[in-house]
């Protein structure tokens, strides 16, 4: 598992120095042969890894209304112990927004962050793996309510930054230079 996600972060090439720095912390926690991902919720380990996985169409992005984060956020959810990134990003798509695809789409993360969480069950560190997953905003979406709010498409002018993972302003700023 940690080579696997070692060689996922390795195809990341960070844009700014704040990017630099949380993909070293990613990789010197992955090389530390520390737990990666959550045993026990809400954060059994303290850090682990998480799939974002932001839904674009052009020069929009899909954000959920999470109720726990208090924040309009990226779709993601926790790996399990075992499973590839992008297996999350598979079964979580399904589950989060009732979007099917396959595992084959998904070649490479974006970028990662590394972010302490906040809301209701705030206090520990999400490492998370951005991969894009391109998507018609005509398509259907069946979102998971339990978890939810609301989703809601957003031009990518109009996303409320102040309100959503303090990454995300630089994830935009990645897809539209065509990273």
Known sequence: ????VRSQLE????????EREQLDDA???VDSGAALCRVAKPARPTK???SYFPVVD???ILLVDHKNAKLWLPPGGHVEPGEDPRTTVVRELDEELGLRAKEEEFAAPLMVTVTETVGLTSGHTD???????QRSRSEALVFDRSEFHAVRWFHFSDVPLDRSDPNLG???????AGA
């Open 27 to 29: 990789l010197a926690w």
């Open 11 to 18: 195809c990341i090439r960070p844009t700014s120095t704040a």
């Open 170 to 176: 630089h994830f935009l700023a990645k897809l539209r």
């Open 1 to 4: 598992m940690h080579q696997l």
């Open 48 to 50: 682990h890894l998480v």
């Open 58 to 60: 052009g020069e929009y």
């Open 127 to 133: 490492v998370s793996l951005w991969y894009p997953v």
